[in-house]
């Protein structure tokens, strides 16, 4: 007895394992359904087609699964991403491929793989889609999140390219109604002069080594740059006295930074300088920047200048100009809901078909047709056979009219027009239907 006891309580288990994982979407991974949630996300969508339209930004879709090396040259061996976010699978075929994590490093290797060097240079491309990154859940943080990334490939290294990058960032965003937004920017310099900036970063803080935190002192020899994103208490109290990289620029550095600042202010876009931005990604150098709204903790957008990524792509031998920034769309989104954005779902039929019997259902397939060809959205219930559930149905949904197919009317090649306010039918012959229900619409 004590056995089948324990056996039954195994297959218990199992089965509430099943179903957990038979019911449940992976953890930070949603799904969108509800209509108003879609029609935020079409509304999003449709923004960030008109903007990169406007300025000058084509389509660019790179698969979502590429080489895990990419991202490992790209993103830095030492960066979260790559130390602890990736979704790395091995295919059958022997490939280790990883969900992206971003969209920047696919779009670089779209650029060389497809020999987009030979179309007028700088070319703009944008993009829209889902990265990967197993990261612990929270508001405005998830494991599937979208983005929207503008990048600018090739041509020179004009201040220029930075300062539009910015500002059809920002303009995208205050389509949506998102306004007050803060552009947090920084120079975080060249391979000539930073070089210099991170020992002095290093001697720093390998002086104050007993006080920072546990990942700090890992930072301090890998990754000396991220010391200053660090968010814990103690290690922020000794950040703010940190030597900052402008006091190391090189003149092109320098030069590069004050045209960047000089065409914001043309623009009338408002920044806060942050000497202590730095990014999770190894790829950048020069101009750093990230967006927020008022009351968001979280950046709705961030990006810089990518310099050495072909480079370290070993796509060439020399650098090419490159400067971009991603948008996070799930937070711009949670910021559209919660400053009332009104979204119109898209209008609900105002007919409804009813039909009874084979011989109707067949016709009235068909007669749907009609009506999406005339342009007028029509209900209905096909697999419910009765006059009354099928009437329910449309009294729920509100329609104006229903229209009434049965057997006789089949047989007499009519259709009964039905006023759902007043009651009132009338019947009319079926290939009248469409121009009497336009009509009665009106
Ligand atoms: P990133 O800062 O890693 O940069 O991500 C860009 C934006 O994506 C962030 O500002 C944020 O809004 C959103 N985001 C990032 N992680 C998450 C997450 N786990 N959940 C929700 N939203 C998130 C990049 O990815 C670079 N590729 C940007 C870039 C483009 N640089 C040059 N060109």
Redesign the pocket.
């Known amino acids: 007895m004590p056995k089948i006891f324990k056996s039954q309580k195994k297959e218990k288990i199992v089965k509430t394992k099943e179903k957990k994982v038979l019911f449940q979407s992976p953890r ?1 991974m949603h799904d969108i359904f509800l209509p108003e949630d879609q029609c935020l996300w079409e509304k999003i969508r449709e923004t960030a087609k008109k903007t990169a339209d406007f300025y000058g930004y084509s389509r660019i879709d790179a698969p979502i699964l590429e080489f895990a090396e990419i991202f490992e040259k790209s993103a830095g061996e030492a960066s979260d ?1 790559v130390e602890k976010q990736m979704f790395v699978l091995k295919t059958r075929g022997g490939d280790r491929l990883a969900l992206r ?5 696919g779009i670089m290797r779209a650029y060389f793989q497809r020999g987009l060097s030979s179309l007028p240079q700088p070319l703009k491309l944008f993009y829209f889609g889902p ?1 990967f ?1 197993h ?1 612990a859940p929270q508001a ?4 599937q ?1 979208h ?1 929207i ?3 600018i490939l090739g041509g020179e290294n004009d201040p220029v390219y930075d300062a539009q ?1 910015i500002l059809t960032t920002v303009r995208l965003i205050e389509e949506v109604k998102i306004k007050n937004l803060t552009v947090q920017i920084n120079n975080i310099g060249c391979r000539h002069c930073r070089p210099a900036y991170r020992k002095k970063l290093q001697a720093y803080y390998h002086a104050r080594q007993n006080k920072i935190c546990k990942d700090c002192r890992r930072r301090l020899s890998v990754n000396p740059l991220r010391l200053l994103d660090c968010k814990n208490e103690d290690c922020e109290e000794i950040k703010k006295e940190a030597p900052i990289m402008i006091d190391f620029f090189c003149a092109d550095c320098r030069g590069h930074f004050k045209g960047v600042l000089e065409y914001l202010d043309e623009l009338g876009l408002s920044y806060a300088l942050n000497p202590y931005l730095v ?3 190894d790829y ?1 150098n020069g101009t750093v920047f ?2 927020f709204g008022d009351e968001s903790k ?7 200048r ?1 310099d050495y990524l072909a480079e370290a792509l070993k796509a060439r031998k020399s650098s090419l100009p ?11 989104i949670e910021l559209m809901k919660s400053r009332g954005f009104s979204c119109a779902v898209s209008a609900s039929p105002k007919v409804f078909l009813i039909q009874m019997g084979e011989p109707a259902k067949k016709k009235a397939i068909r007669l749907i047709e009609e009506f999406r060809k005339a342009g007028v959205k029509i209900g209905e219930s096909l697999g419910k056979d009765s006059l009354g559930n099928q009437l329910k149905i449309a009294d729920r949904k509100n329609v104006e009219i229903a229209l009434i197919f049965g057997q006789r009317e089949v047989f007499e090649e009519n259709i009964i027009i039905r006023d759902m306010k007043s009651g009132v039918q009338e019947t009319v012959p079926l290939n009248k239907a469409v121009e009497e229900v336009k009509k009665r619409l009106k």
């Not at 994590?101 to 490093?105: I, M, V």
């Open positions: 930070g991403i994590p971003e969209g920047t490093a990265m990154r990261e405005g943080r998830y494991r999140f983005q990334g503008f990048e990058v990014r999770g990604l950048y990230e967006i979280n950046a709705l957008a961030s990006g810089g990518y490159a400067v971009g920034s991603s948008i996070g769309v799930e937070r711009v």
